[in-house]
């Protein structure tokens, strides 16, 4: 399988695209800083320069071409709202332009949960955030993609436990970050797992288990 990652310098992405390599499968991974291509490149994933907000359709769309499936896992991590629109938002709507016109017709984009640190303060870029984040999981299951969209709760960058808990609602939790690469690596050697939104978090099942359960 040929992989084409955006956003593969990320917790998430790197971790995905070292699986994937393990596994025999052909990785791509779209940077923008040196810094990050070696990132991709320790990976074991072949770092291409790309840009989401000033690339256009069509040239993502060449640097799609060829690939199996496209996993979008970017995003603008803080630095401003104006940011969150142009990647989180209108970078996914180009990104999926751009596979469409490729002929890539899987595309597996990591969301949000939505009641995602919902404990804390309320401020105006998070809710920013959840509101684009929302809006692209909406885009994305209008296109004509086979689409899945991963919804992880919050985030942890200790080791993971290889099991899960998985599917259309699940209650709120924690999930670390190498449980999320894992279920998107089981997923997307799964391809009856389509069209389905799925939430993600710690529990009780492994991962391959979960896959399975779901594609059924």
Same mark, same amino acid.
């Given at each position: 399988?040929?992989?084409?990652?955006?956003?593969?310098? +990320? $917790?998430?992405?790197?971790?995905?695209?070292?699986?994937?390599?393990?596994?025999?499968?052909?990785?791509?991974?779209?940077?923008?800083?040196?810094?990050?291509?070696?990132? %991709? #490149?320790?990976?074991?994933?072949?770092?291409?320069? +790309?840009?989401? %907000?000033?690339?256009?359709?069509?040239?993502? !769309?060449g640097k799609l071409a060829g690939h199996d499936t496209v996993v979008f896992s970017a995003g603008a991590h803080g630095t401003g709202m104006?940011?969150t629109t142009l990647i989180d938002g209108q970078g996914l709507e180009k990104a999926a332009a751009a596979a469409e016109a490729a002929g890539?017709? #899987?595309?597996?984009?990591?969301?949000?949960?939505?009641? !995602?640190? #919902? +404990?804390?303060?309320?401020?105006?870029?998070?809710?920013?955030?959840?509101? *684009?984040?929302?809006? !692209?999981? *909406?885009?994305?299951?209008?296109?004509?993609?086979?689409?899945?969209? &991963?919804?992880?709760?919050?985030?942890?960058?200790?080791? $993971?436990?290889?099991? =899960?808990?998985?599917?259309?609602? *699940?209650?709120?939790?924690?999930?670390?970050?190498?449980? &999320?690469? !894992?279920?998107?690596?089981?997923?997307?050697?799964?391809?009856?797992?389509?069209? =389905?939104?799925?939430?993600?978090?710690?529990?009780?099942?492994?991962? +391959?288990?979960? &896959?399975?359960?779901?594609?059924?």
């Amino acid at each position: 399988m040929r992989v084409f990652q955006i956003g593969a310098a +990320g $917790g998430v992405g790197r971790r995905l695209a070292g699986l994937l390599s393990e596994r025999g499968d052909e990785v791509t991974g779209m940077h923008r800083s040196l810094a990050q291509a070696d990132t %991709i #490149r320790a990976s074991g994933a072949t770092p291409v320069t +790309g840009d989401l %907000i000033s690339d256009t359709v069509e040239e993502l !769309a060449g640097k799609l071409a060829g690939h199996d499936t496209v996993v979008f896992s970017a995003g603008a991590h803080g630095t401003g709202m104006d940011k969150t629109t142009l990647i989180d938002g209108q970078g996914l709507e180009k990104a999926a332009a751009a596979a469409e016109a490729a002929g890539v017709d #899987r595309f597996v984009l990591v969301s949000v949960f939505p009641d !995602a640190l #919902r +404990g804390g303060e309320p401020s105006e870029g998070f809710e920013h955030y959840v509101k *684009v984040k929302k809006s !692209a999981d *909406v885009h994305l299951t209008r296109t004509g993609l086979d689409w899945l969209i &991963v919804r992880p709760g919050t985030l942890l960058d200790g080791p $993971g436990t290889g099991q =899960v808990t998985a599917g259309p609602a *699940v209650e709120y939790g924690d999930v670390p970050r190498d449980d &999320v690469a !894992a279920f998107i690596d089981a997923a997307l050697h799964e391809p009856s797992l389509s069209r =389905v939104i799925v939430e993600l978090t710690s529990g009780d099942t492994p991962v +391959g288990d979960a &896959v399975a359960r779901l594609a059924t």
